[in-house]
Each structure stands twice: as structure tokens, then as C-alpha cells.
């Protein structure tokens, strides 16, 4: 239930935006509410409830959490944008430079920067070429699904 409506509901429309650490913090607490009101408290053996851990929960989902799941997405729009034609509207809004300079401080973080450095992590060094060819991107997608954060 929960991989089906709950997590593709909350999740629409993530892939074009920056992940941000308070963000994930937020998503976690969200995903752990939603799984124990699913599963449900647990009964110990002195005919006890009690609600589920964190570690149990975690068990229970393995790697596929919804961080995970958002990198997923992110990499596989990532990769049909960088295979659409130049003409496309979307392509050209993509790589379109503002002629502006930026305010002084530190760089905003940037959907491409998040992008990448997801891909660092995954240890792709020819993601250029991987992008190409839609079967092995594909393969890179379905491992961000099960890569820890």
C-alpha cells in the first residue's frame, strides 16, 4: 500500500527539484509515521503493544526508502532530458545560462549539482556515455533505488 499510493503521492514532481538536508530529515519522519500506522504496533509476549523502532522499520523497508526513491527519479529525468533533441523546449530551458550575475555568498545548491554528486556517489565516471544507452541508465536507476543515502 504504502509503495503504491502513499510514496508515489508524496514523491510527484520531486525529480526537478534540489534534495535539501532539511528536507530528508522531514521525508524520514514522514515515511516512519506512515509505516507504523500501516503496520501497526507490535505485541510482545507479555501481551503487551508496543509501537515499532526505527531499526525495525528499517528492516522492514530495507534500502528502498523514500530518499532513495526520490534520487531514482531524479537520475531517470536527468537522463531523458539529456537524450531529448535540441530543438526541445525543455533541453533549451535546461541549458539556458541567465546573463545576470549571481548575489555575493555562497552558492545556492544547484539540481544539476545535486544530480551529479548523486552520480559521484554511485561511482559513475562515463555517465555521458551510460545516458546513451537507455538499458544501462536504466540499471544505474534501479541501483539508486537500493544504494544507501
Known sequence: ?????VRPVVTYGCETGVLKENIKIKLRVFERKALRRIYGPTKESDDTWRIKSNEELNRLIGNKNIINYIKAQRLAWFGHVHRMPDNSMVKKVYEWSPAVTRSL?????????????????????????????????????????????
Open 1 to 5: 500500500m504504502y509503495q503504491t499510493l
Open 105 to 149: 555568498g555562497r552558492p545556492k545548491n544547484r539540481w544539476e549539482g545535486d544530480v551529479k554528486s548523486d552520480i559521484a556517489n554511485m561511482k559513475i565516471t562515463n555517465w555521458r556515455d551510460c545516458i546513451r544507452n537507455r538499458p544501462k541508465w536504466k540499471e544505474f536507476v534501479e541501483k539508486a533505488k537500493i544504494v544507501a543515502p
